[in-house]
């Protein structure tokens, strides 16, 4: 699904990332973990091909295509989709327009949008007015009806109270998900089997992982990924030794 060869990035004159070597394969979820400052989001920016993250060196292959170079719209075109962590008000389009804007094929915004408790927001400006955990959940109605095969979300717990958690987290395996899951909503116990699109996660708390199981994870430190292993595991060697402790024991 994603392959990264070699992946340096700046902002700026400033060198952000380097040497970044990453592959997701189809269905599987990757978690990233790392301090603030080290380089995640920009990251995803750079997946997504933001401007203002310029890749000095490397390649991003996507799907087997090289989207190193391609724009934004031909990315989410092709099948990549982001949350982001703050994303903007738009006045004078509406939730139910850039719901028709985002979708990949014709979808009911009416009915996605009551998975999602977005029924009364549909006539009103794309995050305007929205509380931290509406804007997420509108995000996810977007990404709802694009259906990207490739899910990137930086830092869904941001900002959100715990009910909303489970409304991202159940959204956000819908999305990964291929069919129906075993009726038991934001459990660790969801089929897997029919998963057929992949994840990149951003997570500090590890709260997301409740909903959306990570089958790798990933630290990122000082501009690189540094180790990886099991989700669950690393994030509780985190918790409680810290990411440097972290990364020498997986070396």
């Known amino acids: 699904m994603l392959k990264i060869e070699n992946l340096a990035v700046s902002v700026g004159d400033r060198p952000i990332l380097h040497d970044v070597n990453l592959e997701i394969k189809a269905g599987q979820v990757h978690v ?26 490397g390649k991003i292959w996507f799907k087997g295509i090289d989207v190193t170079e391609a724009p934004v719209y031909e990315r989410a075109r092709a099948g ?11 006045r004078g389009l509406t939730v139910r327009q850039m719901v028709g804007i985002c979708s990949r094929q014709q979808a009911d915004a009416d009915l996605l949008a009551a998975k999602l ?18 804007i997420k959940r509108s995000e996810l109605l977007q990404l709802t009806a694009q259906k990207p095969d490739l899910l990137m979300l930086d830092e869904p717990e941001s900002g959100v109270d715990i009910e909303n958690i489970a409304l991202v987290g159940e ?12 009726g038991q909503e934001g459990s660790m116990r969801k089929q897997r089997t029919e998963r057929t ?6 997570t500090h708390t590890g709260h997301i992982l409740q909903y959306v199981p990570a089958d790798v994870a990933h630290v990122m430190y000082k501009g690189t990924l540094s180790c990886s292993g099991n989700a669950q595991e ?16 997986a070396i």
Do not use: W
């Not at 408790?117 to 509406?134: A, H, I, K, P, Y």
């Open 171 to 182: 959204a956000a395996n819908r999305i990964l998900l291929r069919g129906q899951t075993d």
């Open 32 to 57: 990233l973990f790392g301090p603030n400052g080290t380089g995640k989001s920009t990251l995803i920016g750079a997946i997504m091909g933001f401007p203002r993250y310029r890749i000095t060196s």
């Open 197 to 202: 699109k992949s994840g990149l996660i951003i």
């Open 117 to 134: 408790n977005m029924t009364d927001f549909l006539e009103r400006n794309v995050n305007e007015g929205f509380s931290g955990g509406e």
């Open 234 to 249: 690393m994030l509780q060697c985190i918790q409680h030794k810290g990411y440097e402790e972290c990364i020498r024991c």
């Open 80 to 90: 990549i989709g982001v949350m982001i962590q703050r994303p903007p008000t738009v």
